[in-house]
């Protein structure tokens, strides 16, 4: 990078991870870069190559430094073998520049469960959290468009302690990534009754509760799969396993309404001439539903912040996924959610969740 980009947010990309290469991720820096005068890149990867495509980029200029590895982390590659082998990887040089304080957010389209395992290994825990979780946006009939859900596929179980700790770090991030003073927390379960659900989400149900008002946030109790799109909760806390399947399962219903509804609107010239009439209103529904506009799993309860992209990203997703980490880096959202997790169990009068959070003391 040129002198003068340390006025930018500085993110650090594995330009080699997901699906598509370097070519969107590289384009979808320069969509992003087009928009946003307040940011900078490490990029990590193949420096030829990356310095050919950047090239082609003039909202790139100066605003990149290329950093080689001779190494790319694939699909396929078992997360253990990548903390074992994997220093000469573009995933963990791009994590390292976190760790350095290089760079304030990493931001990959590779592997997750070996980003997730670099993650935690090289920057490691925040004190007091047992297990990480990753938090996804879901759009939402709330007035900003989305609701939170964690954990999404971080580890398949969570006790009691863990779904609180989710609820804590899931509020931080509603603050500072949804600008909510006092989100909804809901605890996804099998129905809304108090007696249903296994006994970890019992606990978890009187554990939230009572730290709901120290922690300056409202608890609406358990709530069902209908309501993960409602207007009814801002975060949704749940284990890795039922929150992948969720969204997993989200992402193939959207898919699958989009592709229904193009076929019908073009089975007959009356369904084409509606559709042309209705055109703008049907490409407000398709932005509303794409799921590209909401790419980035947040990793949430390390110390540091990383973004995981979905691996089959174009241009489109890399941008949305890379513009979140610099939104999140410029709330300070990685030193609030260190200050909310410690906080938990605090007397109330010995912590402000406003004053850790960025806010004004009550």
């Known amino acids: 990078m040129q002198s003068g980009t340390s006025k930018h947010t500085i993110i650090s990309v594995d330009a080699m991870g997901g699906d598509r290469g370097p070519v969107a991720i590289v384009a979808g820096l ?23 495509l950047v090239g082609r980029r ?41 760790k350095a304080h290089e760079a304030e957010v990493a931001v990959s389209c590779g592997n997750t469960g070996a980003l997730m395992a670099l993650s935690m290994i090289r920057l490691r825990k925040l004190p007091g959290v047992s297990r990480p979780a990753i ?35 899931g509020a931080s ?19 809304t009754e108090e007696h249903k659900g ?12 009572d730290e709901a008002k120290q922690a300056h946030f409202e608890f ?19 284990d890795g396993f039922t929150g992948n399947v969720a969204l997993k399962t989200g992402e193939g219903t959207a898919t699958l309404s989009r592709d229904l509804l193009r076929e019908a609107l073009k089975s007959t010239w009356l369904s084409v001439l509606a559709a042309f009439i209705a055109s703008a209103s049907l490409k407000r529904l398709n932005a509303r539903i794409d799921p590209r506009r909401v790419n980035g799993g947040v990793f949430l309860g390390l110390n540091g912040t990383v973004v995981k992209s979905h691996g089959g990203a ?12 610099a939104d999140l880096a410029r709330s300070g959202f990685s030193q609030k959610l260190a200050a909310r997790v410690a906080s938990a169990g605090t007397p109330r009068e010995d912590v402000s969740d406003e004053k850790n959070e960025g806010g004004q003391p009550k």
């Open 198 to 209: 296994r006994p970890e989400l019992k606990a978890a149900y009187e554990l939230i509760a």
């Open 58 to 98: 003039k909202e790139l200029a100066g605003r990149c430094e290329i950093r080689h590895a001779d190494e790319v982390v694939s699909m396929e590659d078992k997360p253990s073998h990548v903390m074992r082998k994997g220093q000469k990887t573009s995933m963990w040089s791009t994590v390292e520049a976190v």
């Open 30 to 52: 320069s969509l992003l870069a087009g928009r946003d005068s307040d940011i900078g890149f490490i990029l990590h990867g193949d420096k030829p190559t990356l310095t050919r």
């Open 220 to 238: 609406v109790g358990f709530v069902e799969g209908g309501d993960i799109p409602s207007a009814k909760v801002d975060v949704i806390v749940t």
């Open 314 to 325: 174009d241009a489109t997703g890399v941008a949305a996924a890379v513009g979140l980490a």
């Open 173 to 191: 991030y509603a603050r500072n990534g949804l600008g909510l003073k006092s989100p909804r927390i809901g605890l996804l379960n099998v129905g």
């Open 135 to 169: 938090a996804c946006l879901w759009p939402s009939r709330n007035p900003g468009g989305f609701n939170i859900m964690l954990d999404v596929g971080a580890d398949i179980r969570a006790d009691e302690t863990d779904l609180l700790q989710y609820a804590l770090m």
